[in-house]
C-alpha cells in the first residue's frame, strides 16, 4: 500500500544528473535481491533497520502478494544518498514469469547489478538476462550473497561467474576468513591492497595488507590489473607493466572506474547482507564506477504522430520527456505511477501531456491526454517522500493521473512527444475468468481495466470465436498474482477450461431444403428455399451464389436467404463453432405474396443449411500453430519427443546465434498449447522460452472431433 510520509520526512534531492546512479538489481529468485537492498537502507541510515523477506517486512516487498509468496512479484524502487549520491535502487522479481517487470527497471536504470547466491550459483535464466543487457551494453556488475550460508562455496561461484558472463569479470575484491576459518570477516582490496575488518560490525576497521595477505591474492590481483590496463585508454600502459613498472593505486582506480562505466569490465564484490560484509564497498563502487545518466544512450523520440525528433540529452533544462516505467492501482492513493525522467524537470503543478501509442493488441487503445500533477514523490517501496522536482536522470512517482499506464510517455503540454516503446515478451499462458455473478460483471471489468493499463504483460481477449474472456499471462506464477489482485479488489470469480476456437466446415457437397409455413390465423409465415452446399479451399471464406430462374424467389428475398446462411453459420451446426470456407448456391423456392417475409426467408435459409449439414459430411477444424522453441542443446532431443507427442510435425532444428542455443520450429495444433508454456519450462528447467503464429485451421482427428460434439450436445 502507498503511504504518504509527513512533512519533514522529503526525499533526497538533486540537482545535477551527475549526482544520480540507477541501478537494476537482476538474479534468481531467492539469490538475496531483495535482502541486499534492506542491508544497503539501513546501512546508509535510510531505514532505522533491514526488515525481513519471511517476515513480509522489507521496503521492496510491499505488495500482499509477494508478502505471502515470500517473494518480489513486483519491480520497486527505493533511493539512498551515499557521498552525495543519491542512488535509486530498482529491485526486480527473480521468478521467470515478472519478467516484464525485469524489462520495466532495464528501462529505468543505467546499470544492472546481478546479484548471485554463493550457494545456489548462476542458472540459465541469469545468463539470458546478462546477453540481454550485453546486447544493449548495459554496464553491468555482480554482487556475490549469502557468503555466510553453511553451503555457501564464493570460489566455485566466481568460477560460475566467469565461465557463464565471459571475460572481464574479475574480483576487485577477496573475501577474508574469520578467526573460525569458516565465516568471512573481511575483504582484500585486490587494487588497494587495504583490509576491510568486519569482524566488530559494519562499518569495517580499515587497515594496509600485511605480508600475510598478499601471497593468496597475488595471481588475482595480476589477472585485475591486466584486465584494468587492456581496457585503459593509456597506451603506454601495457609497455610500462610488461617492462616492471609498479603501476600505482592513483592511476588503476580511475581506469578502473572508465571502464566498469563503459560496460568493459565488469567487477565482482562478495557481499553478506546480514554481517555487513562488503555493503560499503559496493556502494562505493555504485557511486564511483557506476554510470551517471549522463554517460547513458537515451531512448528514441518522436512526435505523437511518429515524426522525428531530434536526440534527447540528459539536461535538466531540455524538453521535458519522461517515461512511465511502473503503474499500480492503490485502494488508498489510487494511481501511482514509477516516472524515470529522460530530460527536462518533472514539477508539482505541472501540466503535461500523456502519450501511449502502440499498444493496442495488448488491450492497450492509443491515448493522448493533458493532465496536471499535483505533486512529485521519491519513492521507498511503498513510501511516498515528496521532493520538490524531479529532474533529468532521476526517478520519481506521481499519483492519481487519471490516464497514465506503464510504458507511457509524460512531455510538455506545447511540445507532445512519444518515447520508442521497450520490447515485452509475448504472454503465452491462457486463463479463462468469470464473475460469479452479474453485480461482479462491472467490478471484474473495471480491475481488469486497472491491472492491464500497469502491466504490459497482461493481454486481455474477448475470444469471438469461444465467447469467454481470456487473460494471457507469462505463467502459473504470473496468474495467480493476477486473480489474487482482482479478488483482493472485490471481485468474486471463478476460472474455467480455456476453449480454443475451433471451425467447422462441409467435408463433401450437400443439398438442403428449408421450408418455413406457419399459419396460425392473421398474417402467416411462408418461404421455402433450395440450396446446394459445396465446400471450398482453406481460407477461401463463404461465397453465396444466386441461380434462382423464373422469380421462383422474388428478388427482394434473395439477401434474406443470404443473411439467414450467414447467421447460422455464425451459430455453427454441429458443436457451436463458426461454419467456414463455404459456397452456398440458392437454387430454387418458393414464396407467397401475402405471408412471405424477410424473417420468414432468414429461417428458411437457417433451416436448408442445417439439413445439408445432416445429409453431408461436417468436419471440425482446429488451429495450427508454427511455434519456435529456443532451448540449450542438452534439450533438444527432449523438447522435440514432447512436441511430437503433442501432435505437432517438427519442421527440424538450428543452432542459435550464441553456439549454446537451438532453435526448434514445429506446427502444434492449438489444444495441444493451452498449457505449454508451464510444460516447457518444467522440461528444461526454465531454460526454455517460445513464441507461437498462427498457421492455419486443419481438420481435428475424428475421435477428437466427436469428443468435442458429444460435449456440445451434452451441454445443450
Not at 667 to 675: I, K, M, Q
Amino acid at each position: 500500500m502507498a503511504q504518504k510520509t509527513q512533512d519533514n520526512a522529503a526525499g533526497p534531492v538533486v540537482t545535477e544528473p551527475g549526482r544520480v546512479r540507477n541501478v537494476v538489481l537482476v538474479g534468481h529468485s531467492g539469490a538475496g535481491k531483495t535482502t541486499l537492498v534492506e542491508a544497503l537502507l539501513a546501512a546508509t541510515g535510510t531505514i532505522p533497520r533491514a526488515g525481513s523477506v519471511t517476515e513480509g517486512t522489507t521496503v521492496s516487498d510491499h505488495d500482499p502478494a509477494a508478502v505471502r509468496q515470500q517473494r518480489s512479484v513486483s519491480l520497486a524502487c527505493a533511493s539512498l544518498v551515499h557521498e552525495g549520491v543519491k542512488i535509486n535502487l530498482l529491485d526486480t522479481p527473480g521468478y521467470a514469469d515478472f519478467v516484464g517487470e525485469l524489462r520495466a527497471g532495464l528501462r529505468a536504470a543505467d546499470a544492472a547489478l546481478f546479484v548471485v547466491s554463493a550457494v545456489d550459483g548462476v542458472d540459465d535464466a541469469t545468463t539470458a538476462l546478462w546477453e540481454e543487457c550485453a546486447a544493449v551494453g548495459m554496464p553491468r556488475a555482480v554482487a556475490i550473497t549469502r557468503l555466510d550460508h553453511p553451503r555457501a562455496d564464493y570460489d566455485q561461484t566466481l568460477q560460475d561467474c566467469q565461465e557463464a558472463f565471459g571475460e572481464n569479470v574479475m574480483p576487485i575484491y577477496q573475501p577474508m576468513l574469520g578467526d573460525d576459518g569458516t565465516s568471512v570477516a573481511g575483504l582484500i582490496g585486490l587494487v588497494t591492497l587495504r583490509v576491510l575488518d568486519y569482524s566488530q560490525g559494519y562499518p569495517p576497521r580499515t587497515a594496509e595488507a600485511e605480508p600475510e595477505h598478499l601471497n593468496p591474492i597475488q595471481d588475482d590481483r595480476n589477472l585485475l590489473i591486466e584486465g584494468i590496463i587492456a581496457e585503459s585508454e593509456d597506451e603506454t600502459l601495457m609497455d610500462r607493466y610488461v617492462a616492471g613498472e609498479l603501476i600505482s593505486t592513483d592511476t588503476l582506480v580511475p581506469d578502473l572506474e572508465k571502464a566498469v562505466a563503459r560496460g568493459n569490465f565488469y567487477p565482482v564484490i562478495p557481499v553478506c547482507a546480514g554481517t555487513g560484509v562488503g555493503l560499503d564497498a559496493l556502494l562505493d563502487g555504485l557511486v564511483n564506477g557506476g554510470p551517471s545518466p549522463l554517460e547513458h544512450d537515451l531512448p528514441v523520440v518522436t512526435g505523437v504522430d511518429g515524426s522525428p525528433r531530434p536526440p534527447l540529452t540528459c539536461d535538466p533544462a531540455g524538453p521535458l520527456v519522461a517515461e512511465v516505467v511502473k503503474t499500480t492501482i492503490d485502494r488508498h492513493v489510487g494511481r501511482v505511477s514509477l516516472v524515470r525522467v529522460f530530460s527536462g524537470t518533472l514539477r508539482p503543478e505541472l501540466t503535461v501531456h500523456v502519450s501511449g501509442h502502440g499498444l493496442t493488441e495488448r488491450g492497450h487503445p492509443d491515448h493522448d491526454a493533458d493532465e496536471r500533477i499535483a505533486h512529485v514523490y521519491s519513492p521507498l517501496g511503498a513510501q511516498l517522500r515528496e521532493v520538490p522536482a524531479c529532474i533529468a536522470g532521476d526517478i520519481c512517482a506521481i499519483t492519481k493521473s487519471g490516464s497514465a499506464e506503464t510504458g507511457d510517455t509524460l512531455s510538455a503540454k506545447e511540445q507532445p512527444l512519444l518515447m520508442e516503446p521497450w520490447s515485452m515478451p509475448e504472454p503465452l499462458l491462457p486463463i479463462a475468468v468469470v464473475a460469479k455473478s452479474r453485480s461482479d460483471e462491472d467490478a471484474l471489468a473495471k480491475n481488469l481495466a486497472r491491472l492491464v493499463a500497469g502491466d504490459p504483460t497482461l493481454r486481455l481477449e474477448r475470444n469471438a470465436g469461444t465467447h469467454q474472456l481470456v487473460l494471457w499471462c507469462m505463467g502459473e506464477a504470473h496468474a495467480d498474482v493476477v486473480l489474487e489482485r482482482l479478488r483482493a479488489g472485490g471481485v468474486d470469480l471463478d476460472t474455467e477450461p480455456v476453449k480454443v476456437s475451433l471451425r467447422e466446415t462441409f467435408g463433401a457437397a450437400s443439398k438442403g431444403h428449408g421450408r418455413h409455413v406457419k399459419q396460425s390465423g392473421g398474417h402467416g409465415q411462408y418461404a421455402v428455399c433450395d440450396i446446394e452446399v459445396e465446400p471450398l479451399p482453406r481460407g477461401a471464406g463463404f461465397e453465396f451464389v444466386d441461380k434462382v430462374v423464373g422469380g421462383a424467389v422474388p428478388h427482394n428475398y434473395i439477401p434474406s436467404v443470404e443473411k439467414g446462411v450467414r447467421a447460422q453459420l455464425e451459430r455453427g451446426i454441429v458443436a457451436g463453432y463458426p461454419v467456414v470456407d463455404l459456397r452456398v448456391t440458392l437454387v430454387d423456392g418458393k414464396a407467397h405474396s401475402v405471408d412471405s417475409s424477410d424473417a420468414a426467408f432468414q429461417t428458411a435459409g437457417a433451416l436448408a443449411l442445417r439439413e445439408a449439414a445432416e445429409q453431408g459430411q461436417m468436419t471440425l477444424l482446429e488451429p495450427v500453430d508454427e511455434i519456435v522453441v529456443r532451448v540449450p542443446d542438452a534439450y533438444v532431443g527432449a523438447v522435440m519427443s514432447d512436441l511430437s507427442g503433442r501432435r505437432g510435425r517438427p519442421m527440424g532444428s538450428e543452432a542459435d546465434t550464441d553456439g549454446e542455443h537451438s532453435l526448434v520450429r514445429a506446427e502444434v495444433p492449438a489444444t495441444e498449447l493451452v498449457r505449454y508454456a508451464v510444460e516447457l519450462r518444467a522440461l528444461t528447467s526454465g531454460a526454455g522460452t517460445f513464441s507461437r503464429t498462427y498457421a492455419r485451421h486443419e481438420p481435428m482427428p475424428a475421435h477428437l472431433a466427436d469428443a468435442v460434439r458429444k460435449e456440445h450436445a451434452a451441454a445443450k
